[in-house]
């Protein structure tokens, strides 16, 4: 596609619920990357993906969160009984290669509101 | 660990004037990648300008440079002749050239373009 897009771009969750936030990469791109953004605050980096493989989940908050990527495209980043303090915009953004300093390019975000 | 560090919250600016935004940051790696991005309330991340530790020379896009001091650790945005759609948040991060290339995002500068 043109860019990375994110579905849905809102959520409202009650407390308990289990959400799935889907991430559709630029065509061809290696690199997925998740990241979690609460108000006020800058982008916190979830997990990355190079192709199917899962590298690096050091950024998930706890043993609720869980990503995939199975065909080494699309992702879904899940989270099982939500909280509220997982309140917070969803960031997917994905680069052509795993190398660094390619430009990473961000879709518009999940919203995610826990009530 | 990296930390990056954005001490001005809000700041604004007349529109055709010049405004400075700081970043300072901390690693005790050699060589990276500095990054600009900003975030209009679509929350989408749009890549301003990057800057590899290892040139010397400053990078320019435009309206946009950066004052890039290695030895400070300090990476400022410039954008000269303010326009009104410059008005978002602009968050200043770090990449490692080593591990995932997952970026390090400061806390975010609100920037306000007055007509």
């Known amino acids: 596609g043109a860019g990375v897009s994110q579905s849905p771009r809102y959520k409202v969750a009650k407390r308990g619920q289990d959400v799935a936030l889907r991430c559709d990469p630029i065509?061809?791109?290696?690199?997925l990357f998740w990241y979690q953004q609460a108000l006020g605050q800058g982008p916190e980096f979830l997990t990355y993906?190079?192709?199917?493989?899962?590298?690096?989940k050091s950024g998930l908050p706890s043993d609720r969160f869980f990503a995939e990527r199975p065909e080494g495209s699309v992702s879904t980043l899940k989270i099982q009984r939500t909280q509220q303090e997982d309140s917070a915009v969803y960031l997917c953004?994905?680069?052509?290669?795993?190398?660094?300093?390619?430009?990473?390019?961000f879709g518009e975000g999940s919203w995610l509101t826990v009530v | 660990a990296q930390t990056v560090t954005q001490s001005q919250p809000e700041m604004s600016v007349q529109e055709a004037e010049t405004v400075t935004l700081s970043c300072t940051y901390d690693t005790s790696e050699s060589n990276y990648y500095l990054f600009w991005y900003k975030q209009p309330p679509s929350r989408q991340m749009i890549l301003v300008i990057r800057?590899?530790?290892?040139?010397?020379q400053n990078a320019t896009e435009n309206r946009f440079s950066v004052n890039f001091q290695k030895a400070a650790k300090s990476f400022s945005l410039k954008i000269s002749d303010s326009q009104l759609g410059d008005t978002a948040m602009y968050f200043c991060?770090?990449?490692?050239?080593?591990?995932?290339?997952?970026?390090?995002f400061g806390t975010g500068t609100r920037l306000k373009v007055l007509a």
């Open positions: 800057q590899e530790a290892y040139k010397q």
């Open positions: 065509s061809g791109h290696v690199s």
């Open positions: 953004a994905s680069s052509q290669t795993g190398s660094s300093g390619n430009t990473i390019y």
């Open positions: 991060a770090f990449m490692s050239t080593s591990g995932t290339y997952k970026y390090i």
């Open positions: 993906f190079q192709n199917e493989a899962q590298l690096d």
